[in-house]
């Protein structure tokens, strides 16, 4: 069946770039999007990226897209302790199992 | 806006209760959506609605019915709770395909 997949951890020291991907397997989606998890709360949407863009910049997040190897990733940039949540990527209704980023000072 | 309310935030029920959970949106978006968030599990799709009227099923239906009757509400009805149904509960809304916003939660114990 259809599925999104992403690794469940990463950790990076603060000032570090961050990156985490994801892989789906439908390939119909019109948009792809990052969504942020803070402890406790719901998801608020982080960025998404038009299915026929290769990249999306949004001031410190960087969305990649290789449509052919159907691979996602977003990339943080200075990665900051207020950056740690768990990361979710999604297609539609799809959700990945999120990836939890700890960001050590 | 208040955006996707959900209540109640926590609920304790003991097993072969039923209850409702209760989810509105004031967005005017025509689509609503139940996941149920399980750790390492993400988030899993119970039931969605693409329109006031229409009701459908997601990856996880089992144990749950809903009904859309108003474009504001989407209520999720437990029907005879199990332990297996603790879990974080999520409802969200969205304009067709488009990207979803979310509810703060309702954090579900079966006991």
Redesign the interface.
């Known amino acids: 069946g259809e599925d999104?997949e992403q690794s469940?951890f990463l950790s990076v020291r603060e000032g570090d770039s961050s990156v985490i991907n994801c892989t789906y397997t439908d390939s119909s989606?019109?948009?792809l999007?990052w969504?942020k998890q803070e402890p406790g709360?719901?998801?608020?949407?982080l960025t998404?990226i038009f299915s026929n863009m290769d990249m999306k910049q949004d001031q410190r997040l960087t969305v990649l897209l290789n449509k052919k190897d159907k691979h996602l990733s977003l990339r943080i940039a200075d990665t900051q302790t207020g950056d740690s949540a768990i990361y979710?990527c999604?297609e539609?209704?799809?959700?990945?199992?999120?990836t939890r980023l700890t960001v050590k000072p | 806006n208040a955006g996707?309310t959900q209540t109640p935030k926590f609920q304790v029920l003991k097993t072969g209760q039923s209850m409702t959970l209760q989810c509105a949106q004031d967005m005017n978006h025509n689509s609503m959506?139940w996941?149920r968030q399980d750790p390492?599990?993400?988030?899993?799709?119970i039931y969605?609605s693409a329109s006031e009227g229409t009701t459908d099923k997601?990856e996880v239906p089992n144990g749950y019915n809903v009904s859309r009757s108003t474009t504001e509400d989407f209520p999720l009805r437990l029907l005879s709770a199990a332990p297996s149904q603790t879990s974080v509960y999520?409802c969200?809304s969205s304009y067709t395909?488009?990207?979803?916003?979310?509810?703060?939660?309702t954090r579900l114990t079966v006991t």
């Open positions: 999104v469940l989606s019109t948009y999007y969504y709360a719901g998801l608020q949407l998404y979710f999604a539609s209704r799809r959700f990945g199992a999120g | 996707v959506y996941y390492g599990m993400g988030l899993r799709l969605y997601g999520f969200a395909q488009g990207k979803q916003y979310f509810g703060p939660g």
